[in-house]
Each structure stands twice: as structure tokens, then as C-alpha cells.
């Protein structure tokens, strides 16, 4: 089947953008003059939360498109690319508290750009839970639709308040993961190992959605 | 500026804990599949 | 029936049912004199702390009086075998939506007067000067609580997890307002101009809208079948 060879095609072409990402973040990124190589940790962390971001459009995509159509691949579309979201989202969530461990002493610290994020993570897994918690196929693709079009619409506003919120109780100027401007280089590294992510999550999602079409027809 | 201490351990503790992550989902994934083209016997699972 | 009048249908309904009643308002009420108790209890008798904390505790006490007041209106219609009958309403569902919004927000803001007033009392607030800015504030809130609290209580009324649903789907949504509400409310109790802290009072509006908008285009789905 065309669909199988493609998708296992995608897989393979992900594995190897992976490892070339993985080859430029240790070796052709040099160590970083003011926090040492724990800087590398940025090279999984930014082009996680882009995927993530990437994942949430989607959803945002599939829960309009089932409105509008209800056609149920797009609730496929939506429940899938909710699910890896959400695994992006943790990824990037884990990789920034270890990030900033050694670099600002502490595991966790409400900055804007984590809470944000931590607020995006409880939005999509209560989009996931509800799913779970829903049996009749067409009430779940329904109400999950509704749910990411809030969610997605949210995330704007959520972004813009925990920044000013953050504005109130910490200096601006801050230096921190992420904070400070990036040279070419750096970059170049980081967009080399966010289409390795991309390549990934299109293999996840296609895969993830084969799976919801077979259940489907179940 | 002193440049800081290196810290591979929290560098191979992000990496690996995203690699466990991403490998993990890829398994359920693979089971997940393997379930479906197995002769179902109960109800359908939900997507 | 044209649309306005089909939306103050819903809410008169509603209002009539209430003060019929007194179910929800009369338990709400007492719900909101509680708080009062286990906020003292759990900050501790040092009344700085408390004053410190206190808008947050006024927003947190209506999220949590929304939590449990806000889903009821839909719960209480499955139980009376109402929601046939609005389901079946002709025409656009949306103005059942701005009914029961209405009628939500009606009780949100009772049970957010009965808070201050209580607050002013109880915690030796002197709330005088700022509360003309902190109606404004209170208002703005409430709105975003309501829209989105009716939208996500109209579904979860049809499922069995509604009690664990509502909160879990509620409370990331009001994070925005959350932030925003308590910033604003600190300020006017500082006294200070709403002036410097518009930027907040626009995001607020600008979420207010965002959440009654999506609220009146997607309600059909969650009543259909």
C-alpha cells in the first residue's frame, strides 16, 4: 500500500534529519561563552516548542474543518496532532526546568515563557482527557472541536497575560535560556534540528491517524 | 566572565529524557497498531 | 419568536426558576460565606498576609463559586427533561447561549457582591474609594468566566465525568482573566488610575469577546445530535 511505504518513508528520512541534528548540536556547535555546553539543551527545547506549535495549529485546522464538514478525518486529524502536541509540549516543558537548573539554580521558575507553556500543556491534556472520557464517537470529535477552537484561540491571550504578569515581578532584561540574541550559527543548528522535529511529527501523525481511521472503521 | 562549569550530565538528562519520550511514543504507536490488525474480539477502541 | 426575545426567554426562565426555588442562589451564598472561613483558616491569623493575598482570594472564590454554579443551570434542565425542548427550539441556538449567559453572569455577580460586601466585613477592607474601578474589573471578569463557563457546562451537563470535566476544561481557559483580574483589582486597591493599567483592562475586554463570540458560533454543536 502507497500510504504504508510513504509513511514508513517519512519515518526513515526523520531518523537521519535527527541524527545530522543531532551531529550539529554536539559537534559543529561550539561551547557557549557564558553558560558552557548546557546551552545545548536550547537545540531540543526550541524546536520542540515550534512543533508543538505546530501540532495546535492542527487541531485548531481539524476542530474547524469537523465543524464545518463533519467529516471524521478531521477529527482524526485533530485527535492526533493533539496527542503529539502534547508530547512535544512535555518534552519541551522538561528539557527547559533541566535547562534552567544549572543555569538559574532552581528546577522550576514561573518565567513567562515556561508558564505559558505549562498553561498550553493543561489546556491540550484536558482536550485529551475529555476525549478519553467521552464514548460515542461523533459527541467526542463534537465537543473536542469546540474545546481546541477555545484552546487554540486562548493561547494568544494566555501569552500575553503571563508575560505581563511576569513583567510586574521580574526585571525585563533578564538573561536566561533563551534570552539572548542568537548568532547566525545558532540559527542555522536550530532550524536544521527543527525540521528534524517536523519530519518526526509528520511520521507520528501519520501514523497516529492511520491508527484512528482503522479504529474507526473497527 | 568565568565560563561556566560544564554540565553534561543535565545535557544528556534533556536529550535522553526527550529520547525516551519520543522512542516510548513510537512504541505505543507500533503496539497500538499491532492490536488493530490482530482479529478483534471485543469492542472497537476509541481513537 | 425573534432572537432577542428567545435569548430573554431563556434568561427570564431561568430567573423565574431561581427565586422560585432559591436552590442554587440560597447554597451558592452559603457556598461564598464558607470560603470566607477556609481562606482565613488556610492563610493564618496574620491579617497582613490575608490583606496581601486578597485579590486573589476574591478571584479565587468566585472560580470556585463558578465551578459549582455554572454547570447547574444545564444539569438542572437534563433533570426536568427540559433539554429536548431546547434542543428542538427552532431557529438559532445561539440565543439560548446569551440566555443562560445572562442568567450565569446575573449569579456570578450576586455571589461576587455578597463577596465583597463579606470580605469588607470580615477582613477589615476598606474597599470605598476603589469600588467604582473594581465594579468595572469585577464586571469585565465575570463576563469571560460566564461565556466560557456556560459554553463548557452546557457540554459537560451530557456526560457522565461532568464534575471532574467542568473543572479540568474550566480552569486553563480562565487563566487569562485569572491573571488579569487579579492585576486590576490589586491596583485599584491601590488606588491607582485604571488609566496606567489599561492594557489589562484591553486584554480582558479582547478575551471577553473572544470567549462570547466562540461561544454564540459553536453552542449548536454542543446541544446537537
Redesign the interface.
Known sequence: MPRVAMTRFLGWLAVCALIVGLAADFGYAPREMTQGNVQRIMYLHVPSILTAYLAFGLVLLGSVAYLLSRRASWDHLAASAAEIGVLFTAITIVSGSIWGRPTWGVWWTWDARLTSTAVLLLVYVGYLLLRAMVDEPEARARYAAVVGILGAANIPIVHFSVYWWRALHQPAAMLGPGRAPMPGWMKGIVLVNWIAFTLLFAYFLSRRMQIARLEEQA | ?N??????N??L???G??AI??IG??RY?AA??RS?SQP?RGK???? | MPYTRRALAVLWKDLLTERRSKESLNALLFFTLLLLFIFQFALGPDRDRLRVALPGLLWLGLILAGLLGLGRTFVIERDNDCWEGLRLTPGDKSAIYLGKLLGNFTLMVVVEVLLLALFAVFYDVALGPALPNLGIVLLLGTIGLAAVGTLFGAMTAQLRARELLFPVLLLPAQVPILLATVSLTEATLLGQPLGEVSHWLKLLAGADVVYVVIGIMTFEFILDA
Open positions: 566572565m565560563p561556566m562549569p560544564d554540565h553534561w543535565y545535557v538528562a534533556a536529550y529524557l526527550a519520550g519520543l511514543y513510537w504507536l497500538r497498531a488493530l478483534q472497537g477502541r476509541r481513537a
